[in-house]
């Protein structure tokens, strides 16, 4: 480009020419050149050559510096980095955001020097030591450990009768390694600090030929690390802490850590947050063999029985590689950085990517494998520049050079997200070619990522169930990246939170502690392999989990504490305890119940008997339907509840068959989770009795019978119907508990309190006629005549059947509202309230609405009717709209959600159950805002709501599976969600997005929550009376305070229930209820401990007839919500709760001057002094309000406790 | 205790309740003798006459019209008692309107109709159509059996009380110290055995519905048929005279004439496109736009340069976004 901005500056090509010359390339820039020479054609000679490219930010900054317009066009450069950011970038914005962040976690370049200094000073102490006698390793570390240093000497330690020697001598050579010299370090998280590896190599002269073999490598190299370690403590020259640390707590990759003491010195770096690792490395000519070290050589030959020989050690020689390429990583970084402009910051990107989700170092849980595998970033970058040795044909194409960061770090991502670890290995272009077999890394890895040198596969000893975590990772953060929508916080969402919390990231969450863990068979060979008894445990675990889990998952996580450094005296890593397992659940087959092994006629009775040791007595021989005679194992579950529960019943299985851990050292967290949204124990068991069927199951069979009948009607009602559509909570799986009947023999063995009925509402849809009156309150009356003859018909065809016309709601006076309905009990015990629908009722309202009537021109002259009626009808169309267009919509789409994704309904409900338990659902949120709020954690951006579950697309790896993970999500979001900026929730999927937006309600909302739909783009149907802003901020930091109770999971201290218990200490006054007058109770959270006749003192008629959906507490609650609306904010739980919560309105209680329509209950202010002036004043009367509401709420009221 | 005995100009009056339990909470009620406005009409008047109207000011939301009597007995006879007037003025206005054509003495219906809207019934609605005609008697609405409920308005709200006599009104706002202690009526149930007798009383006995409805379709059908005879044969409706009395001519009536006869008036498709704001000019704006656009080279020139500039105008929108969050410390990750 440069070249065509090219221009002689003398003049002799015409501007004209100049012209054409641009106009063959980049249109954006012909343009400006244009424009520069249609505008001011004197100024051509503004542009200079390439060499003036230099200059050329110095006329810019002026131009846009502060005070002048920018009325120039931009310049060329300008426009260049304009036009760059924009496509290079995901949006100019995020390249900007970019350009801000990667400051913040490079080291301050003005706090080197002191490190400098001291790196000086210490290079000076390392060349200078004098060298130690060779001597027995054993008798070496005994002088050492009277110094308070030990040698961290690894497996099979060095016994006594062992013939060779340990010696030191002064490093022939100290590098500097890794990312510190190549300027690409990027910070850790949680304030760990910058590493800056110093690799000091061990003379040649100290090592034999045989010294690969039973890890004597290793012992030489921890007696000089112990040795340094002791000559650095005594030195004068440098005042530094110094600790032992081992990458993956294998002790043969222990390094020095040297940190400085605080001391204002000269070179003392603390300031610069960063640390001196010292590491032992083998020079380039070393006498080791090269050969020796592929990954199915054997080099540990320790045993009784000769078998040994022939086992390969993959990682034990990954280990020992370790200590020969140091040098040639950081060449190849460098040359990597070199090639690649972008190379450093598409690293930092990864890194902070990586860090925010817990692939390294921190204070919080780290994935399994990723805490020091700084190198594994830079060979991902590398092999997908210069691009992958090939094995087969097949061979990954070379990224240009000329890529952005951003592009990069896509790119990254992107192959994260598509290669498949466990099936393929990826190697890293080499200069010589494959230096040892491909084969045989993909035979003895797991997960195979080969660097640059050929020798080294970056990924040993990481489990694939790691990497699983981290395509998932990857493919979620491209999903984002991807998505149509532009979400709300993308930059911050990618790079700038914190995602280490195990709730959102995983479908169960297992904690186990594996101090007590015996092994059913442990082998010596695998500790010797992997360097520790722990780490040989962890991997066994393992690698045992995923045979057993198979499809189920996803993913199949370990996670713990990252390794922490430990002072010289100890000689050996000590392990975590505590692992947690994460499990991504694959959707369709977590929740199978049946794992089929080997059939019975199988040949090879190796097979079956494999199969057996590994289930134990879970394993037995089943006959199927189909004939089949197959080794299978079953998990039998008593409710639909534990069904979730398959994967974490595995790995419990798993751990205690293999490992011998009991339930106290496995932990989960589910059960508490079923425990909140299931009715107690003793009416559930009354329900088991009776034999009658419950459930969503049992509720939708009733409404479609109850529809047959309906339909069966048509002979006898004037107008067939057409269309019957259900609108409940409970017939889209959604509703909190799940539904049960209750006839008038089941009421008999239930207590008083638990005789709750909730009825099912649903819609009515006749055929349509010209015989309906055109007027609003003759249609309100016929919907009477309907009524009633559906009721007589229904009661004579049905036998047992219950109908009963509902005239009002008994607060609602409108007489063009909607308000009669009909109520059915059926002879089961179900209850359904049935309303009509009359699309005339729209048009006559629109009428009453907008004062046009039938003729669109005419303006009536204006009455300013906006009084009472007009309000009247805009109530009533808002009512309308809500009830009988979006409803039914609604609870189809929330209906398809089911079906769709099997964790959505159980997320729905445990998020209810907490709304409702921390008081604010029903009375200030809406049920079927929540809905909408909870698919906004399933549908992504809705661009595969209309695909087929099983058509065979990808999955999105951002759907949660199990409920937890939904519950999380939702408090999650509910945590961060600015309110202000609305949420856009595409619920209906893309064809109705094209379909009408249906009206708007013009009608004014005090909710302040603006979640949107394709139909109802305004954001406000469900959310128009609430939660208002107080609530909303209660909402948010409600979320807030159970978000970070959740995290206590990670200490293992969680107790679910306690998320759900709701302090009261804020209120102003908290209104008691008698707990035997609310019909409710059973379902209260705490209410077990009063089911079980203790609140069974009958009422004055103890055979009162079942009345469907009576609740006087909800009564109480919203009469007292309407009444006081303007002098109190109420709180209750809807399930059950027998307590109100209330909040005066604070203004109020400040004196102020009497006004007629005050509307609240005032008491006038006492005079202060008799001369003084009447003002008028009047404060709230909170003494009257509190006895009105123990008047109001006689017999239900027990007590009122005003809190101070 | 010296509470003020009244607030800018109205008594206070202390209630006390007998019946609840403990706490010996006081309600106040503020009363001031009702002085009509000035514009008021004649029907207001009508409804609560000066001089024997007193005007109260937060009632208890529980408080029924036979409490607010047996509160005021000491005082004199009370004859009515008016709920929240002013809430209900405007649709009482509003019918006055729609009726307005049908019946020529709506004040005096209006007058009844007040009268009943006080004791919030479900059923009344029909009946102030009672004096329409006199001839054909119109059907009677069987109204649905109701039980004695107490309605719960909002707290803080207006009351009227018509008392027989003036002297009642100076009795009533004698200004007393005294505690009055609140009359609770026991047929209207409160609390828990109010939200059941509503639940019953909504649930009335299928045959009653039945008649209810059916009466109520038979008085529509008889209004709707007197609306048509007015109309007249060929007439088809009735002007419609606006406030200032001018005639408002609008399609509706026979042969695409006006409503009431006389002129001719546009159709129908015509009208809804001239409400919809001329789509028409829109069109023609449109067209001569097109030929414009782009057709000298200046203007090309000028929306490249635009677009450059606002290209430019966003680059340095986001950058100054940027450096507001980077002063928030937006971009430490960690």
């Known amino acids: ?1204 | 205790m010296s509470l003020p005995s009244s607030v800018a100009g109205f008594t206070v009056l202390p209630i006390s309740y007998a019946g609840t339990s403990t706490s010996t909470s006081t309600h106040y009620i503020y009363a001031r003798a009702h002085t009509g406005s000035k514009k008021a009409n004649t029907s207001k008047t009508q409804t609560l006459p000066d001089g024997r109207t007193l005007f109260l000011v937060n009632v208890p939301p529980d408080a029924t019209d036979r409490e607010l009597v047996l509160l005021f007995k000491t005082s004199g006879t009370v004859e009515r008692v008016v709920f929240d007037l002013d809430a209900q003025e405007t649709p009482e206005q509003e019918d006055d309107d729609d009726d307005s054509d049908l019946s020529d003495d709506a004040a005096d219906a209006n007058n009844a109709n007040a009268e009943e809207e006080g004791d919030v019934d479900m059923q009344q609605q029909p009946r102030k159509r009672r004096k329409l005609d006199k001839k054909p008697k119109p059907p009677q609405v069987t109204p649905l059996p109701t039980k004695p409920l107490r309605p719960l308005r909002p707290t803080g709200r207006t009351a009227h009380l018509v008392f027989l006599d003036a002297s009642s009104l100076e009795r009533a706002l004698a200004p007393t110290q005294k505690l009055r202690t609140w009359p609770t009526s026991d047929s209207e149930p409160t609390g828990l055995a109010r939200y059941a007798a509503l639940y019953d009383s909504l649930r009335p006995p299928l045959d009653s519905v039945r008649a209810h409805a059916d009466s109520a379709m038979e008085l529509y059908e008889y209004e709707l048929q007197q609306t048509r005879r007015e109309a007249g044969k060929y007439k088809k409706g009735e002007a419609i005279v606006d406030e200032d009395g001018f005639t408002l001519v609008t399609r509706g009536g026979v042969y695409g004439q006006t409503v009431g006869g006389g002129v001719g008036v546009a159709s129908k498709v015509f009208q809804a496109e001239m409400a919809e704001g001329g789509k028409n000019k829109k069109g023609r704006k449109g067209r001569e736009g097109k030929e414009k656009e782009g057709f000298y080279a200046f203007q090309k020139a000028e929306k490249q340069r635009n677009d450059l500039l606002e290209l430019k105008k966003n680059w340095e929108a986001d950058k100054a976004k940027i450096e507001k969050l980077k002063a928030s410390r937006k971009f430490k990750p960690y």
């Not at chain 1, 009477?784 to 049905?798: G, K, P, T, Y």
């Not at chain 1, 218990?1061 to 209120?1067: G, K, L, N």
Request: a neutral charge; hydrophobic letters at 40%.
């Open chain 1, 1 to 1204: 480009m440069a070249l065509n901005l090219k221009r002689k500056r003398d003049g002799d090509v015409t501007p004209r020419k100049t012209r054409k010359l641009s106009e063959d390339d980049l249109d954006a820039v012909s343009d400006v050149e244009e424009d520069e020479s249609e505008v001011d054609a004197g100024e051509d000679d503004e542009w200079g050559g390439i060499e003036m490219a230099q200059n050329m930010t110095a006329p810019v900054a002026e131009s846009t510096g502060p005070g002048t317009k920018p009325k120039l066009p931009p310049s060329g450069e300008e426009l260049r980095v304009i036009k760059d950011a924009s496509s290079l970038f995901k949006s100019s914005t995020f390249k900007l955001q970019v350009d801000a962040l990667l400051p913040t976690v490079r080291p301050k370049a003005a706090r080197i020097p002191p490190l400098d200094r001291f790196l000086q000073t210490l290079h000076g102490v390392l060349t200078n030591l004098p060298s130690v006698a060779p001597q027995h390793p054993l008798e070496a570390a005994r002088k050492l450990i009277k110094k308070g240093v030990s040698v961290p000497f690894c497996l099979p330690q060095p016994l006594e009768d062992t013939n060779w020697k340990v010696a030191f001598e002064k490093p022939s050579d100290i590098t500097m390694v890794g990312s510190w010299p190549n300027k690409i370090s990027v910070k850790a998280k949680d304030g760990c600090k910058f590493g800056i590896d110093l690799a000091v190599e061990m003379p040649s002269d100290l090592f034999q030929e045989k010294d690969y073999l039973n890890g004597r490598f290793f012992h030489k190299r921890a007696f000089y690390l112990a040795t340094l370690a002791e000559a650095i403590q005594n030195s004068k020259s440098l005042n530094v802490e110094l600790t032992y640390q081992s990458a993956s707590n294998d002790p043969r990759l222990t390094k020095l850590v040297l940190e400085p003491r605080n001391d204002e010195t000269h070179d003392d770096f603390t300031k610069l947050n960063a640390r001196v690792c010292i590491v032992p490395v083998l020079p380039a000519n070393s006498r080791i063999p090269l050969q020796r070290l592929s990954p199915s050589h054997s080099n540990i030959r320790i045993s009784a029985d000769g078998d040994f020989a022939s086992i390969p050690t993959p990682l034990y020689n990954s280990a020992l590689l370790m200590a020969l390429i140091p040098r040639a990583h950081l060449l190849s970084a460098f040359t990597l950085n070199e090639h690649t402009p972008s190379f450093g910051d598409a690293l930092t990107l990864l890194r902070v990517w990586a860090n925010q989700r817990g692939y390294g170092e921190g204070s919080r849980l780290c994935v399994r494998g990723f805490d020091s595998l700084g190198s594994f970033w830079t060979v991902l970058l590398g092999l997908l520049v210069f691009g992958e040795e090939s094995v087969n044909k097949a061979k990954r194409k070379p990224l240009g050079r000329g890529l952005s960061s951003y592009q990069l770090f896509r790119a990254a991502l992107d192959f994260l997200s598509r290669h498949d670890f466990e099936k393929t290995a990826a190697f890293h272009k080499a200069n010589q070619g494959h230096r040892f077999p491909p084969e045989e890394y993909e035979a003895h890895h797991e997960a195979v990522l080969v660097d640059s040198s050929s020798t080294l596969n970056v990924l040993a000893g990481v489990p694939i169930g790691s990497l699983q975590l981290l395509r998932t990772d990857a493919r979620k953060t491209l999903e984002e990246l991807n998505a149509t929508s532009v979400a709300n916080d993308l930059f911050s969402n990618v790079f700038l939170q914190d995602k280490r919390d195990l709730l959102t990231r995983f479908d169960t969450v297992i904690r186990v502690d594996i101090s007590s863990a015996q092994p059913r068979s442990s082998s010596l060979h695998s500790t010797l392999d992997t360097g520790s008894p722990a780490n040989a445990l962890i991997s066994s675990i393992t690698a045992l989990l995923r045979e057993g889990l198979g499809n189920r998952v996803n993913a199949l996580a370990i996670l713990h504490s990252s390794p922490s450094t430990r002072p010289l005296s100890q000689a050996l890593p000590t392990s975590p305890n505590v692992l947690y397992i994460g499990l991504i659940h694959d959707p369709q087959n977590a929740l199978r119940l049946v794992d089929h092994g080997p059939a019975a006629e199988e040949s090879d009775p190796s097979i079956a008997e494999h199969f057996r040791e590994f289930w134990g007595d879970k394993a037995e021989l089943r006959r199927f339907k189909d004939g089949r005679i197959i080794e299978s194992v079953v998990w039998d579950i008593k409710s639909a509840d534990e069904r979730s529960r398959v994967p974490a019943m595995i790995v419990r299985h798993v751990l205690q068959r293999h490992f011998n851990l009991d339930a106290t050292a496995v932990q989960s967290w589910q059960s508490g989770f079923d425990q909140v949204t299931k009715l107690p124990e003793a009416v559930s068991r009354v329900y088991m009795g009776s034999g009658v069927a419950v459930g969503f199951k049992g509720a939708m069979v009733a409404f479609d019978s109850l529809v047959k009948a309906l339909k069966a009607l048509n002979e006898q009602l004037p107008l067939s119907l057409a269309v019957v559509s259900p609108i409940s909570e409970q017939l889209r799986y959604a509703s909190v508990f799940s539904p049960v009947p209750l006839s008038e023999s089941l009421a008999q063995s239930l207590p008083q309190n638990a005789r709750y009925l909730p009825s099912m509402e649903m819609i009515l849809q006749f055929e349509k006629s010209a015989k309906w009156p055109d007027e609003l309150r003759a249609i309100q009356k016929i919907k009477l005549a309907f009524f009633e003859r559906i009721a007589m018909a229904l009661m004579s065809s049905v036998k047992g059947l219950k109908a009963r016309v509902v005239v009002g709601d008994g607060v609602t006076t409108s007489k063009i509202q909607d308000v009669s309905r009909l109520d059915i009990v059926t002879p089961e015990g179900w209850a359904f309230s049935a309303r009509i629908w009359h699309d005339r009722e729209a048009t006559l309202l629109d009428r009453l609405i907008t004062g046009k009537g039938a003729l669109p021109h005419i303006n009536f002259p204006s009455q300013k009717k906006k009084g009472k009626a007009n309000q009247e009808a805009v109530d009533a169309k808002e009512v309308y709209l809500r009830r009988f267009i979006h409803a039914p919509r609604h609870h189809r789409a929330i209906t398809a959600l089911n079906h769709r994704f099997s964790a959505y309904s159980p997320t729905v409900r445990l998020v209810k159950r907490w709304l409702a338990s921390h008081w604010v659902l029903h009375g200030h949120i809406s049920e079927e805002v929540v809905e909408i709020l909870c698919a906004s954690a399933f549908v992504g951006d809705g661009s595969d709501l209309h695909l087929e579950p099983d058509s065979g697309f990808i999955e999105r790896s951002g759907v949660p599976g199990s409920k937890e993970r939904g519950f999380a999500s939702v408090v999650q979001f509910l945590k961060d969600w600015k309110w202000e900026e609305g949420l856009f929730v595409p619920l209906y999927g893309p064809e109705s997005a094209a379909g009408d937006p249906l009206p708007a309600s013009n009608n004014s909302r005090s909710g302040v929550w603006k979640i949107s739909t394709e139909v109802d783009r305004e954001g406000n149907v469900w959310t128009v009376h609430g939660p208002d802003a107080m609530v909303a901020n209660r909402v948010r930091a409600l979320a807030k305070a159970t978000w970070d109770y959740l995290q206590n999971m990670e200490e293992g201290e969680l107790d679910v229930k306690a998320i759900f218990i709701h302090p009261t200490d804020d209120y102003d006054f908290v209104v008691r209820l008698d707990p035997s007058a609310l019909p409710r109770y059973a379902q209260n959270i705490d209410s077990s401990l009063a089911i079980g006749g203790r609140y069974m003192n009958p009422r004055e008629d103890p055979d009162e007839s079942l009345r469907p959906e009576f609740d006087p507490a909800r009564s109480l609650y919203d009469d007292l919500q309407r009444i006081y609306t303007n002098t109190f904010k109420i709180f209750c739980d809807p399930f059950g709760g027998d307590r109100f919560g209330v909040v005066w309105d604070p203004s109020l209680r400040q004196p102020r001057p009497f006004r007629v329509l005050g509307g609240f209950s005032s008491t006038p202010v006492k005079k202060q002094k008799e001369t003084e002036k009447d003002k008028g004043l009047v404060v709230l009367n909170e003494a009257g309000i509190l006895c009105e509401i123990e008047r109001l709420g006689a017999g239900l009221v027990r007590e009122l406790t005003v809190q101070v």
